[in-house]
């Protein structure tokens, strides 16, 4: 997978040389867990192969950005890491209420405000 990582490196060393120092990078999600896929799969579950690849994927490219860095001192960046974020809150899904709430003064109905 780094090979697919090292064809991009001339792309980041242009970015840096044309003076780019800050970047935000996110990692891929837990793709074999998309509707989609799961739809293919007899029990309607995560293709965990998939997953492994996508977390792989974060690792891979942590080390890519760490070698740019060493290469550019001066280069910041932040990578996301989607899958542990996505993953975390599938297993833990956050508490989550509606709360009422009337939109205008002459307004009767009542608005729900999703709330997270």
């Known amino acids: 997978m ?3 990582f090292l064809l991009h490196f001339p792309t980041w060393q242009n970015l840096l040389n044309l003076g780019a120092r800050k970047f935000g990078i996110l990692s891929v999600p837990p793709v074999g867990c998309v509707p989609i896929l799961r739809g293919t799969t007899s029990d309607g579950q995560c293709i965990h192969q998939l997953n492994v690849i996508a977390q ?4 891979a490219l942590n080390g890519v950005l760490q070698d740019l860095n ?3 001192p001066d280069m ?6 989607t899958y542990a974020i996505i993953n975390s809150m599938t297993e833990n899904p956050p508490f989550r209420k509606f709360l009422p ?3 205008s003064k002459l307004a009767t109905n009542l608005v729900f405000l999703f709330l997270i």
């Open 70 to 72: 060493s290469e550019f």
């Open 101 to 103: 709430l009337i939109t």
């Open 2 to 4: 780094k090979i697919i």
């Open 56 to 59: 792989f994927f974060f690792v």
């Open 76 to 81: 910041k960046y932040s990578l996301g890491n």
